[in-house]
């Protein structure tokens, strides 16, 4: 992910591209957060890594809002 890029767009993306990988819960989680960009790794210091739940992603979004606002 670019730092030109939105959180919503990276994240449709990543699953289109999970659906053609057999990996487990626990590599795409790490692959989806390697991949973000470092000011949302930044943001996320207190906050915990990504998860399959839909709470990690919408903090991310809520990151991506402020930051494009």
Do not use: C
């Amino acid at each position: 992910m670019h730092d030109s890029h939105q959180a919503t767009k990276y994240f449709i993306k990543f699953q289109q591209l999970a659906t053609h990988v057999q990996w487990g819960d626990a590599a795409l989680r790490h692959q989806a957060y390697n991949g973000l960009a470092k000011r949302f790794k930044d943001n996320m210091v207190h906050h915990e890594k990504l998860t399959p739940s839909l709470d990690s992603r919408k903090l991310i979004q809520a990151i991506d809002t402020r930051y494009w606002e």
